[in-house]
C-alpha cells in the first residue's frame, strides 16, 4: 500500500540520497499566536498561497511566563495563557512567505506574541487517493 522504494523518494524535485532527498521536501510549521490575531492571519495565509492549515486552541506560557510570574509572589510560576496553534505542511519554497505571513500577522510587539517552529517532514498521504510527499499537501 505505501510506496517507499528508493524510487518514490528520489523521483522528486530535488536530489540526493535518499534521507537528503526526503527531507528537502517539505517542512512542517508550527505557529503558537495570540487568538486574537488569528482572521489577520488567515487573510494574509490565503494571499500567501496557503493549502491547508490546522487550528486549534492551545494554553501555553514562554519563558516570560503568563500574566504575572509575580502574581501571589511567587516567582517563577507561570500562568497558561490562551494561544492558538497554527500547524501546516508545506513545500520547502514555501516556507519563507509563509514565515513572514504568520509574523506580520502575528506581531504586536508586545509579550505574549508567540513561536514558529519549523521542522522536517519525511512524508505526507493523502488518504482518500493514497498519494505521496508534495502530492498529497
Ligand atoms: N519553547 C517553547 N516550547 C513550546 N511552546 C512555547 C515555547 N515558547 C513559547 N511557547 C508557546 O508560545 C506561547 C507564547 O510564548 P511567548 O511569545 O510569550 O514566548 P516568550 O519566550 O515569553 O517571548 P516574549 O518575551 O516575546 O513573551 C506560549 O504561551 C507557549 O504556548
Ligand atoms: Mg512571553
Redesign the pocket.
Known sequence: MFDVSYEHFTSRKHTGNVFGGMLALMKRIEA?IKPARLDELQDRLRRAGAQGITVSE?R?????GGKRDAYLGLAHIADF?P?VRIQMMIDDDMVQPIVEAIQAAACTGE?????IFVSHVVDAIRIRTGEHGHDAL
Open positions: 503558537i492551545v501555553g506560557f514562554g519563558r516570560t495563557n494561544k509579550t505574549g506574541d508567540g513561536k
